[in-house]
Nanobody
């Protein structure tokens, strides 16, 4: 079982950038697909980006395509989410997740971090 800890959230003005990190410990990080989810108050937790275990395949929700970039460094057991051109509607708690399967499916992800708040002011 892998354990996940997110960092890098905060408050940013619209149009700004933030970078999130997800540090993993435990078994075989490089065998897991990794994803970033977000959940705004009163809304479902949605998958915004996913990356395959090797990093060769990525997935993005339409709402973040061209603005967010997911990456991973298997040597450092860390996944990243670079968020650019942030909008107030990106405000949410962002969660890192790990699982086995295709990175584009929510159902792939079974292990979660504790979440980090991202707030975008207008």
């Amino acid at each position: 079982q892998v354990q996940l800890v997110e960092s890098g959230g905060g408050l940013v003005q619209a149009g700004g950038s933030l970078s999130l990190s997800c540090a993993a410990s435990g078994r075989a990080f490089s065998t897991y697909a990794m994803g970033w989810f977000r959940q705004a108050p009163g809304k479902e937790r949605d998958l915004v980006a996913g990356i395959s275990s090797t990093g060769g395949t990525t997935y993005y929700a339409d709402s973040v395509k061209g603005r967010f970039a997911i990456s991973r460094d298997n040597a450092k057991n860390t996944a990243y989410l670079q968020m650019n051109s942030l909008k107030p509607e990106d405000t949410a708690v962002y969660y890192c997740a790990a699982g086995f399967g295709l990175a584009r499916y929510k159902s792939t992800y079974k292990t979660w971090g504790q979440g980090t708040q991202v707030t975008v002011s207008s």
